[in-house]
Antibody, heavy 121, light 107 residues
Framework: QVQLQESGPRVVKPSGTLSLTCTIS????????WTWIRQPAGRGLEWIGR???????NYNPSLKSRITMSVDTSKNQFTLNLSSVSAADTAVYYC???????????????WGQGTLVIVSS | DIQMTQSPSALSAYVGDRVTVTCQAS??????LNWYQQKPGKAPKLLIY???NLETGVPSRFSGSGSGTHFTFTISSLQPEDIGIYYC?????????FGQGTKLEIK
């Protein structure tokens, strides 16, 4: 059974870079897109972007200028870097598997438990 | 971006009631629509994929239908454990987008 676990700093200073890692266990890392989704407190869900094992990425245009995603197949990990953060980036960040194909996305399952990142000085 | 509009935003019903949530897409998305349930402090859980397919292990009281721009999510007989927030999500086009959520409570 595939499990995902987010890790990274809980607090990031304004104008700094938010860096999170998602570690996958219990299943294949190949043949799927791996996704980041965030949720500000008391609000809805926002798709951030996704990365394939070959490094191919798709980003949300609203965040594209600030996002970098990468993958480390040797560690079964993928990472999110979000630069120039502000209070508006404070949210619970989830990683998830996109069960679609390389050609087209699909649903998200499973999800990590989520990690709260607070942007504050 | 494709906008997903859910209604109602909140819903209160009795145990045993039939509950329906709708999701309207701003443009046609074929059947590229999923439904999730989120409980407080937890990650969303996939319930329905491809508009009408029940995820493995999800009770059969949950169902989904629709295609194009109009979609429906139904709980045939509401149970106490069904409280939470329900989201629709489209994957027809990037960026993938979610509805704003429907908060379901028990009367």
């Amino acid at each position: 059974q595939v499990q995902l676990q987010e890790s990274g700093p809980r607090v990031v200073k304004p104008s700094g870079t938010l860096s999170l890692t998602c570690t996958i266990s219990g299943g294949s890392f190949d043949t799927y897109y791996w996704t980041w989704i965030r949720q500000p407190a008391g609000r809805g869900l926002e798709w951030i972007g996704r990365i394939y094992v070959n490094g191919n990425t798709n980003y949300n245009p609203s965040l594209k200028s600030r996002i970098t995603m990468s993958v480390d197949t040797s560690k079964n990990q993928f990472t999110l870097n979000l630069s120039s953060v502000s209070a508006a980036d404070t949210a619970v960040y989830y990683c998830a598997r996109d069960r679609g194909t390389y050609a087209h996305g699909s649903d998200f399952d499973p999800w990590g438990q989520g990690t709260l990142v607070i942007v504050s000085s | 971006d494709i906008q997903m509009t859910q209604s109602p935003s909140a819903l209160s019903a009795y145990v045993g009631d039939r509950v329906t949530v709708t999701c309207q897409a701003s443009q046609g998305i074929r059947d590229y629509l999923n439904w999730y349930q989120q409980k407080p402090g937890k990650a969303p859980k996939l319930l329905i994929y491809d508009a009408s397919n029940l995820e493995t292990g999800v009770p059969s009281r949950f169902s989904g239908s629709g295609s194009g721009t109009h979609f429906t999510f139904t709980i045939s007989s509401l149970q106490p454990e069904d409280i939470g927030i329900y989201y629709c999500q489209q994957y027809d086009d990037i960026p993938y987008t979610f509805g704003q959520g429907t908060k379901l409570e028990i009367k």
